[in-house]
């Protein structure tokens, strides 16, 4: 008699004994040795350093070009050891002066690279498994990685649009980079489809017709089709950097593999983004990303502009004289915006604001610019410059009447300090005066 127990199993054993009589055995030969397959993965990691390591020197020489004094780098692990490229790298980016050893020590060089991160941290940038001691030390993949957050923070994203609490979009930045690529490159060439930053990019298509869709005269498409890989990519490559201005980061060869270099090509790609945007991240419309685009170049000129000396200030003045008529226009066109957009319930307040801060800030290097120029004339004119424009400074305090104490006492007191700080400034205006005329009347 057959037990309940067996009759409910058989079908299920049935099953197993069959799949076990189908199932092939494989041999231990036809498993790759455990050496092939730590080999591979370290020549595919080594080619990703290798390319990453290319790109980002020549990343990093562009804006450290642009430095006073200027600086160059060989080789990208080694030079940034003693953190004096680093921080030069910082200051292009961000516009402010950073404080530095000048020491060739190990302590000098793990202070400077000290000071870097954390003003990296201060601007709430993240820097996770990035210390001091392993830059100094030169490891390659944490001085890749920190390589690669400033290219995501100050170009991907271009953190001179974003306030402070929208740092944390940052997880969508090769999304937003990536839509606009689709965007730009869709209908250009049949079948072409950008999915990624990889393969995508293999057969060159894509480069061309981002090229293609930013100026259509510099690329014949029908043409383009019909080359072979490597010529596609050296076109492309040629066309941007001769035609639009955009350096050449990444090689054929690099590009040309299996699995191009995500990070190389986003790098890559972003220069074009960067010089062609269509909206800047975070804006609203086209008007508010226009004047977002404008300040933030703006605001970047002068950082550069305040920190270099002097060399021809008859040249330097002409030079201001130009961009404050371009800010006057700039600042006419942003009053018209704001107030059309304060009325409209679509627009947020707090980007009116940033924006109004934005323009304040260009005001304010603006006078620091004129201020620089005026104390470096010769003499007695620089005397006279310095002067007025400490006058100015006193004048453009005035009373905030918003700001105004309760207490009767305490404005008093307000006012009679104002009226000190007039007097002692104006004490010397009767002899600026007649020191001036003299000049004039006898240069």
């Known amino acids: 008699m057959t037990s309940p127990t067996r009759t409910i199993l058989s079908p299920t054993a049935t099953r197993i004994t069959t799949i076990i009589q189908n199932t092939t055995v494989i041999s231990p030969r036809t498993i790759p040795a455990r050496s092939q397959l730590e080999e591979s993965i370290s020549t595919l990691q080594n080619e990703q350093e290798r390319v990453q390591k290319k790109t980002f020197t020549k990343w990093v020489n562009i804006y450290l070009s642009l430095h006073?004094?200027?600086?160059?780098?060989?080789?990208?692990?080694?030079?940034?050891?003693?953190?004096?490229?680093?921080?030069?790298?910082?200051?292009?980016?961000?516009?402010?002066?950073?404080?530095?050893?000048?020491?060739?020590?190990?302590?000098?060089?793990?202070?400077?690279?000290?000071?870097?991160?954390?003003?990296?941290?201060?601007?709430?940038?993240?820097?996770?498994?990035?210390?001091?001691?392993?830059?100094?030390?030169?490891?390659?993949?944490?001085?890749l990685g920190l390589i690669w957050m400033l290219i995501l923070c100050y170009q991907i994203e271009d953190s001179s649009m974003f306030d402070e609490s929208s740092k944390d979009n940052r997880s969508k930045a090769k999304e937003a980079l990536l839509e606009w690529v689709r965007k730009k490159t869709s209908g250009q060439i049949d079948g072409l489809d950008v999915r990624d930053f990889t393969s995508s990019w293999r057969d060159g298509l894509a480069f061309n017709a981002l090229i293609h869709a930013i100026r259509p005269d510099l690329v014949d498409l029908r043409r383009v089709t019909r080359m072979d890989v490597r010529e596609r990519l050296e076109n492309a490559f040629?066309?941007?950097?001769?035609?639009?201005?955009?350096?050449?980061?990444?090689?054929?060869?690099?590009?040309?593999?299996?699995?191009?270099?995500?990070?190389?090509?986003?790098?890559?790609?972003?220069?074009?983004?960067?010089?062609?945007?269509?909206?800047?991240?975070?804006?609203?419309?086209?008007?508010?990303?226009?004047?977002?685009?404008?300040?933030?170049?703006?605001?970047?000129?002068?950082?550069?502009?305040?920190?270099?000396?002097?060399?021809?200030?008859?040249?330097?003045?002409?030079?201001?004289?130009?961009?404050?008529?371009?800010?006057?226009?700039?600042?006419?066109?942003?009053?018209?915006?704001?107030?059309?957009?304060?009325?409209?319930?679509?627009?947020?307040?707090?980007?009116?604001?940033?924006?109004?801060?934005?323009?304040?800030?260009?005001?304010?290097?603006?006078?620091?610019?004129?201020?620089?120029?005026?104390?470096?004339?010769?003499?007695?004119?620089?005397?006279?410059?310095?002067?007025?424009?400490?006058?100015?400074?006193?004048?453009?305090?005035?009373?905030?009447?918003?700001?105004?104490k309760s207490s009767p006492e305490e404005n008093i007191q307000r006012f009679n300090q104002l009226n000190e700080e007039h007097a002692a400034i104006f004490t010397d205006k009767e002899a600026m005066l007649r020191t001036f005329q003299r000049i004039k009347r006898d240069p």
């Open 238 to 404: 040629n066309v941007a950097e001769q035609q639009l201005g955009v350096p050449r980061l990444i090689d054929a060869e690099d590009v040309d593999v299996v699995k191009p270099d995500e990070k190389s090509i986003m790098t890559y790609i972003a220069q074009f983004s960067r010089r062609f945007p269509d909206l800047p991240f975070g804006s609203i419309n086209k008007e508010h990303g226009e004047l977002l685009r404008w300040v933030a170049d703006a605001r970047q000129r002068l950082a550069l502009i305040l920190e270099a000396p002097i060399q021809d200030i008859q040249a330097e003045y002409k030079e201001y004289v130009k961009q404050q008529k371009e800010f006057i226009e700039k600042q006419k066109q942003w009053k018209a915006f704001e107030r059309k957009e304060s009325k409209s319930p679509n627009f947020p307040g707090e980007k009116l604001k940033e924006l109004k801060d934005f323009f304040d800030d260009i005001a304010l290097r603006m006078n620091r610019w004129r201020f620089k120029l005026d104390t470096n004339l010769p003499g007695e004119l620089g005397q006279i410059a310095d002067w007025i424009n400490t006058a100015e400074e006193v004048l453009s305090r005035g009373i905030n009447f918003d700001r105004l």
């Open 68 to 143: 006073e004094p200027t600086y160059y780098i060989n080789d990208l692990f080694e030079d940034f050891r003693d953190g004096t490229k680093l921080i030069a790298l910082l200051e292009v980016l961000s516009g402010q002066t950073l404080p530095i050893e000048r020491g060739k020590k190990r302590a000098h060089c793990l202070s400077n690279v000290d000071n870097a991160l954390k003003y990296l941290e201060s601007r709430k940038i993240k820097l996770v498994n990035i210390r001091p001691i392993d830059v100094v030390d030169g490891k390659p993949m944490t001085i």
